[in-house]
């Protein structure tokens, strides 16, 4: 973390550390402030240094009598930790309004530090790299858009230099991010399986290496999506399936795909419907050398695209796809169904099969793409080595990944208060402020009606703020129901800023919508108490997303109204409710509880079922 541009935490005592020489005296200065320390027979020391209020910049001088370093431009402000998955991870620049947020990131005393995505067996002593950037147009687009709205709003109401430490990794779940300890893990079983990883990994470069060395890479790709391209010494790929499974392992860059279908003349003049799967991550297609349809980012998001009549003949049609891929799988992915080509008015034909291949151009060769999903492995490269740095608080997004059953969704409201208190735990700070984002919106396809997976990780959530010193950001109405990475990140960030200002700052703003306390079953309807500013009704109307269940548990919907601070709900279709529901789904994008403030109630339920 040491480095030029750095930002320090105020008010809070300045610990430094490093190695040199066993027994090497070691001073530090800065603006005026001093301290020393012995190397130890292992070369480590370590000292602190008063702590200061605000301001900078400053100049610090690490000095050991040999060779003195300095690091200049070092700002005392207030530091915070983003990590989670790709959520928190997604940059300003793929994110809503991306041009003016870019053109507006002008303020140089918010300055981000990013963490390059690392791994090991062990926890590790230092980072695997990273630099202090000061916010410039020139550089915002590549920063975390939630936590640098974030830090906006935090230099409006605070007023002093923020940093942001930005440990992410995208489809990471908690129990990466967690210690072996925590997690009752081996300390040897995770070393052993290390090595077996990195053996692994190995076998598959070598093999990938192998399948690139045919290619001269970069490769110059214009024309390839002409009409008559020579592919007979293009190689085979079966589609649908991310190229990874076809040994071109931990490739991330641009690759082209070719196939052909056949039309007879009237299917011709009608036009035709082209289905090519789900594509990981970007990409352009063509027909007989006319492109058809792009789309950029969505790697789980099936493309169909409109091929006029005036694009295809009868007889053989050639496709050409461009796929340009940023990090873990890349290809043309998805269902055999999803592939297709339908004319208008007629059956689909399946585009499954064997395709040509190519690739264009590597960016990258690294195997990452499952240790994001290994227990420990991110903790011990990505946080470990951070906590002798003291932080104002965290700021967390991340849950998609454990919300793949109910049982796992269940298993979160273990996972998520225990790693916080490991955490605090490491940064010997009790109560250190912990702030999360709520999931989205989102059709994840689990959901089974009254049973969804997203559901209960938003109440695993929920239940996790019984910690001291933790608020949450309902988000369920700034999602995107067909993208699990909605583009809204400014309200994101200014939810999490409303949190950090009560818990973290202690101020008397309103930080939440209504918050459930009880539910009572007379008469035949259901009354409701919430803790909050009061309630209201998003855009007026009438209250939705409530459902009620009798002894049967079957749910209903129901109607609600608001009586004082209370809500009454009642169902045609349940003359004895036993329990009640709200947003209760993966994607309750009709629920609109809210409270004075305009901030959404989280979903909820009084039954444990």
């Known amino acids: 973390m040491f480095d030029d541009g750095m930002v320090l935490q105020r008010g809070q005592a300045i610990p430094v550390w490093g190695h040199a020489p066993p027994g090497a005296k070691v001073e530090v200065r800065l603006d005026g402030d001093a301290a020393s320390a012995t190397a130890d027979g292992n070369g480590a020391w370590r000292l602190q240094l008063p702590a200061r209020e605000a301001g900078g910049p400053f100049v610090m001088r690490i000095d050991d009598g040999k060779a003195p370093l300095e690091l200049r431009d070092v700002l005392v402000g207030d530091v915070w930790l983003a990590s989670g998955q790709s959520n928190m991870e997604w940059p300003i620049s793929q994110s809503a309004d991306a041009e003016a947020e870019i053109a507006r990131a002008t303020d140089p005393l918010i300055r981000h530090f990013k963490i390059p ?20 147009p020139d550089v915002a687009g590549n920063f975390s858009a939630v936590a640098h709205f974030f ?25 990466a991010w967690m210690d072996a300890a925590t997690q009752g893990i081996d300390r040897d079983a ?6 077996q990883l990195q053996d692994e990994d190995e076998r598959a470069l070598v093999q990938a290496r ?10 110059d790709d214009r024309g390839w999506h002409l009409a008559g391209v020579d592919t007979s010494d293009w190689d085979a790929m079966s589609v649908p399936g991310v190229w990874e499974g076809a040994g071109w ?12 279908f056949t039309l007879g003349a009237d299917e011709a003049r009608s036009g035709v419907t082209l289905g090519l799967g789900r594509i990981d991550d970007t990409d352009t297609t063509w027909v007989n050398g006319v492109e058809v349809g792009q789309t950029a980012l969505q790697y789980n998001l099936a493309r169909e695209y409109q091929v006029p009549a005036s694009v295809l003949r009868a007889g053989v049609n050639e496709i050409a796809v461009r796929v340009s891929d940023v990090g873990g799988g890349g290809g043309i992915h998805g269902t055999a169904e999803e592939l297709f080509v339908q004319p208008a008015g007629g059956q689909r034909r399946s585009l499954a099969g064997t395709w040509k291949f190519r690739p264009a151009e590597v960016t990258a060769l690294a195997l990452d793409d499952d240790k994001n999903q290994r227990p420990t492995l991110l903790y011990n490269a990505m946080i470990a080595p951070l906590q002798p740095f003291p932080v104002r608080g965290v700021i967390w997004y991340q849950g998609e990944s454990n919300a793949g059953s109910v049982e796992q969704a269940l298993r979160y409201r273990e996972q998520f208060p225990a790693m916080i208190r490991q955490w605090r735990a490491q940064w010997n700070g009790p109560e250190l402020p912990f702030l999360w984002v709520q999931l989205a919106s989102w059709h994840s396809g689990g959901d089974q009606g009254d049973t969804s997976p997203w559901a209960v990780l938003r109440e695993s959530q929920t239940a996790t703020l019984s910690l001291p010193a933790t608020a949450q950001a309902v988000a369920i109405d700034i999602g995107d129901v067909a993208d699990i990475h909605p583009t809204n990140k400014q309200d994101v960030g200014k939810r999490l800023a409303l949190a950090a200002r009560r818990v973290a700052y202690g101020e008397a703003v309103v930080h939440s919508g209504p918050v459930f306390t009880g539910a009572e079953f007379v008469a035949g309807a259901a009354s409701l108490s919430f803790d909050g500013d009061g309630l209201a009704v998003r855009g007026g109307g009438t209250l939705q997303g409530f459902r009620l269940a009798g002894a049967d548990r079957v749910f209903h919907p129901a109607s609600a109204v608001i009586d004082g601070n209370r809500i009454v709900v009642r169902s045609g279709a349940v003359p004895s409710p036993v329990a009640v529901r709200y947003a209760w789904g993966d994607a309750p994008v009709d629920a609109n509880l809210v409270g004075a403030s305009g901030l959404p109630a989280s979903p909820f339920r009084s039954d444990d079922w």
């Open 117 to 136: 995505k690392s791994w090991a067996a062990l926890p590790e002593r230092q980072l695997a790299g990273g630099d202090w950037i000061a916010s410039s």
């Open 151 to 175: 830090a906006r709003e935090l230099r409006a109401s605070q007023g002093v230099p923020i940093g942001i430490i930005d440990s992410t990794w995208g489809g990471s779940s908690i129990e």
């Open 190 to 195: 995770m070393v052993e399986l290390a090595h």
């Open 210 to 219: 192998a399948k690139l060395a045919r290619w001269k890479l970069p490769a």
């Open 249 to 260: 392992n931990g490739m991330d860059g641009v690759a082209w795909y070719r196939t052909t």
